[in-house]
Protein backbone atom coordinates (compact mmCIF):
# COMPACT_ATOMS: atom_id res chain seq x y z
CA UNK A 1 0.00 0.00 0.00
CA UNK A 2 1.35 3.60 -0.97
CA UNK A 3 2.63 6.39 1.64
CA UNK A 4 -0.75 8.67 2.28
CA UNK A 5 1.28 11.48 0.80
CA UNK A 6 2.64 9.83 -2.28
CA UNK A 7 0.24 11.62 -4.41
CA UNK A 8 2.27 14.62 -3.72
CA UNK A 9 5.22 13.40 -3.83
CA UNK A 10 6.49 14.43 -7.35
CA UNK A 11 5.82 18.19 -6.74
CA UNK A 12 8.73 21.12 -5.83
CA UNK A 13 7.29 22.75 -3.27
CA UNK A 14 8.62 26.12 -3.20
CA UNK A 15 9.23 29.34 -0.73
CA UNK A 16 8.07 32.21 -0.97
CA UNK A 17 11.12 33.80 -2.55
CA UNK A 18 10.62 30.81 -5.55
CA UNK A 19 13.80 28.89 -3.48
CA UNK A 20 12.58 25.09 -3.03
CA UNK A 21 11.94 24.07 -0.17
CA UNK A 22 13.70 21.19 1.30
CA UNK A 23 12.96 20.17 4.75
CA UNK A 24 12.24 16.76 4.20
CA UNK A 25 10.02 16.99 7.90
CA UNK A 26 7.97 19.83 6.26
CA UNK A 27 7.76 18.75 3.30
CA UNK A 28 6.06 15.10 4.99
CA UNK A 29 3.65 17.43 7.21
CA UNK A 30 2.58 19.78 4.19
CA UNK A 31 2.08 16.17 2.12
CA UNK A 32 0.36 14.26 5.04
CA UNK A 33 -1.93 17.34 5.38
CA UNK A 34 -2.93 17.27 1.96
CA UNK A 35 -3.24 13.93 1.61
CA UNK A 36 -6.00 14.20 4.83
CA UNK A 37 -7.54 17.12 2.93
CA UNK A 38 -7.90 15.49 -0.38
CA UNK A 39 -9.31 12.06 1.66
CA UNK A 40 -12.14 14.77 3.26
CA UNK A 41 -13.26 16.18 0.17
CA UNK A 42 -13.66 13.04 -1.51
CA UNK A 43 -15.60 11.63 1.02
CA UNK A 44 -17.82 14.83 1.10
CA UNK A 45 -18.24 14.45 -2.56
CA UNK A 46 -19.38 10.87 -2.16
CA UNK A 47 -21.62 11.71 0.35
CA UNK A 48 -23.13 14.11 -1.47
CA UNK A 49 -23.35 11.89 -4.79
CA UNK A 50 -25.00 9.02 -2.78
CA UNK A 51 -27.34 11.53 -1.34
CA UNK A 52 -28.57 12.98 -4.19
CA UNK A 53 -26.70 15.82 -4.35
CA UNK A 54 -25.16 17.72 -8.05
CA UNK A 55 -21.99 16.57 -7.96
CA UNK A 56 -21.05 20.02 -10.00
CA UNK A 57 -22.61 21.60 -7.25
CA UNK A 58 -20.20 20.18 -4.56
CA UNK A 59 -16.86 20.45 -6.50
CA UNK A 60 -18.34 24.15 -7.06
CA UNK A 61 -18.64 24.57 -3.25
CA UNK A 62 -15.50 22.61 -2.17
CA UNK A 63 -13.45 24.87 -4.61
CA UNK A 64 -14.85 28.15 -2.66
CA UNK A 65 -14.09 26.23 0.20
CA UNK A 66 -10.30 26.72 -1.07
CA UNK A 67 -10.60 29.82 -2.53
CA UNK A 68 -11.63 31.57 0.68
CA UNK A 69 -9.14 30.28 3.17
CA UNK A 70 -7.13 33.21 4.25
CA UNK A 71 -3.57 33.70 5.04
CA UNK A 72 -3.36 34.59 8.86
CA UNK A 73 0.69 35.39 8.04
CA UNK A 74 0.25 37.97 5.45
CA UNK A 75 1.09 40.91 7.57
CA UNK A 76 4.31 38.53 8.99
CA UNK A 77 7.47 40.13 7.80
CA UNK A 78 10.58 38.05 7.30
CA UNK A 79 13.19 38.69 9.46
CA UNK A 80 16.60 38.75 8.88
Same mark, same amino acid.
Given at each position: ?13 ? #???? #? +? +? ?9 ? /?? *? /? /? *? ?15 G? /? ?5 ? *? ?18
Amino acid at each position: MARPEAEFEDIAWL #QPDG #Q +L +LSCREKIKVLN /EN *L /E /E *LRQMAQDALEDAILMGGD /EAQIRSV *LGGIVDGLENPYADRKKKG
